[in-house]
């Protein structure tokens, strides 16, 4: 599992200020962890490209008052017209201890049920939500399907990672290999065209 560094510089807290910060292209945000006062900074707003906008899930190491705080991405505030980042919300993590989080599913190898069958392939889950220690989790599940033939299907209770707890429903369907939809008879069509 990978971990992005963001360098960030303490802030005041008020609206103008962080209307000051946005100008200079700085975001605000707040870091929460359990039994510790929150700590409000501001970081480089292309700095969270990677933090933001990505299909993994991801430890962050916050680097503000010469400290290193492993933490998560909790909650990001966009703005509503221009969709620009305006605030976010770090939670401290530490190891040992499990959070709840989405981790993202990839669909992994081609389905035998497409490739010799001629089925459909339906990635119905894309997220799975789990209970996992943050500093071994996985950026991502992979789901091999190559084995799938068609009217199968891969559902949550198929799934076992060491160290992932999945706390959604077991029967909560991932993937699955259908019939393809049968394309209506020509003579159907040539009538359904002279009316």
């Given at each position: 599992?990978?971990?992005?560094?963001l360098?960030?510089?303490?802030?005041?807290?008020g609206?103008?200020?962080a209307?000051?910060?946005?100008?200079?292209?700085?975001?605000?945000?707040?870091y929460?962890?359990?039994?510790?006062?929150?700590?409000?900074?501001?970081?480089?707003?292309?700095?969270l490209?990677?933090?933001?906008?990505?299909?993994?899930?991801?430890?962050?190491?916050?680097?503000?008052?010469?400290?290193?705080?492993?933490?998560?991405?909790?909650?990001?505030?966009?703005?509503?017209?221009?969709?620009?980042?305006?605030?976010?919300?770090?939670?401290?993590?530490?190891?040992?201890?499990?959070?709840?989080i989405?981790?993202?599913?990839?669909?992994?190898?081609?389905?035998?049920?497409?490739?010799?069958?001629?089925?459909?392939?339906?990635?119905?889950m894309?997220?799975?939500?789990?209970?996992?220690?943050p500093?071994?989790?996985?950026?991502?599940?992979?789901?091999?399907?190559?084995?799938?033939?068609?009217?199968?299907?891969?559902?949550?209770?198929?799934?076992?990672?060491?160290?992932?707890?999945?706390?959604?429903?077991?029967?909560?369907?991932?993937?699955?290999?259908?019939?393809?939809?049968?394309?209506?008879?020509?003579?159907?069509?040539?009538?359904?065209?002279?009316?």
């Open positions: 599992m990978s971990q992005i560094v360098q960030a510089e303490p802030r005041t807290t609206q103008n200020a209307k000051e910060l946005r100008r200079n292209d700085r975001i605000p945000g707040v929460y962890a359990n039994n510790q006062d929150p700590i409000h900074f501001s970081v480089q707003k292309l700095a490209r990677p933090v933001v906008y990505t299909a993994e899930a991801k430890t962050v190491r916050l680097e503000v008052n010469g400290k290193g705080l492993v933490c998560i991405l909790k909650d990001v505030t966009f703005d509503p017209v221009t969709d620009k980042i305006l605030h976010i919300d770090l939670l401290g993590v530490a190891a040992g201890e499990t959070i709840a989405e981790i993202p599913i990839h669909v992994i190898g081609l389905a035998i049920g497409v490739t010799r069958d001629g089925g459909v392939l339906e990635h119905v894309h997220k799975a939500h789990v209970r996992v220690d500093t071994t989790m996985p950026e991502h599940i992979d789901v091999d399907v190559s084995k799938l033939g068609k009217g199968e299907a891969i559902h949550i209770s198929d799934l076992n990672i060491p160290g992932v707890e999945f706390t959604g429903r077991p029967d909560a369907l991932i993937v699955a290999c259908h019939a393809p939809k049968a394309a209506p008879a020509a003579d159907d069509a040539a009538a359904t065209a002279k009316k």
